[in-house]
């Protein structure tokens, strides 16, 4: 099965082409901004280095998050178009969940994904549970624990400086084989469903602008 995989919710935007548990392409560019103009882009490129037609893909597998209000609505918005416009059928995976295929022998180590937030918050993936926390507020690992994730250095730091048994994996951003593979067992009913939609732990924030809203016309 072909898969196409993109992936713009945490510090970089990237596309990828994954055929029988195999890399074939990957276009990333790390930043967080212009994704929803670079996105397309890296997915066309990806696209003509495997030489696949679009037509071709079997699957689209995106992450929704937790992560960038902007970059998980960027890629989510141009998987949707990809998927509809080759009758694909779209599958979303979690960050949580593609770190965590990177990364599977830790041994007797709990995996804690650690994603950078707003206002020096941290969005917190413990086995599927997803929370916001502050660094003065992290909770207790209970047991040794393993950090994967763009915040994994500082909240291991933190939680060593509680008492924690802690260690930090090489695993900052979802790679495209990982968010294939998690992808492909969700499509084979392996793992729940998941619909491909944004998962906000935190609202966006909507500012008025200094003149307050308009009035409805008369």
């Known amino acids: 099965m072909r898969i196409l995989t993109v992936d713009s919710a945490i510090g970089q935007c990237a ?9 074939v392409a990957e276009r990333r560019w790390t930043g967080d901004r212009d994704q929803a103009a670079l996105l397309p882009r890296l997915v066309a490129e990806v696209l003509d280095d495997a030489g696949w037609w679009a037509e071709s893909l079997g699957l689209v597998a995106a992450t929704v998050g937790p992560g960038s209000f902007t970059g998980i609505r960027a890629g989510l918005s141009l998987a949707h178009g990809i998927a509809t416009a080759t009758c694909s059928p779209l599958i979303g995976v979690t960050v949580g969940e ?6 599977r022998d830790l041994g007797p180590r709990a995996l ?15 086995n599927g549970r997803v929370s916001g926390e502050s660094l003065d507020g992290l909770p207790d690992p209970l047991g040794p624990v393993a ?7 500082v909240v291991a730091a933190q ?7 802690v260690a930090v994996v090489e695993a900052g951003v979802p790679e495209a084989l990982a968010i294939a593979a998690v992808a492909e067992r969700r ?3 392996q793992l729940p469903p ?9 609202q966006p924030e909507v500012r008025l602008p200094p003149s307050g809203l308009r009035p409805p016309p008369a």
């Open 159 to 165: 939680l060593a400086a509680n008492g924690a048994d």
């Open 98 to 103: 593609a770190l965590a295929e990177a990364v």
């Open 112 to 126: 804690w994904v650690a994603i950078a937030s707003r206002k020096n918050r941290i969005f917190l993936d413990r």
């Open 194 to 202: 998941l619909p491909a939609q944004p998962l906000y732990v935190d």
């Open 147 to 153: 950090v994967a994730g763009d915040a994994a250095e």
């Open 15 to 23: 596309a990828g082409a994954v055929e029988a548990q195999q890399l």
């Open 187 to 189: 499509f084979a009913g």
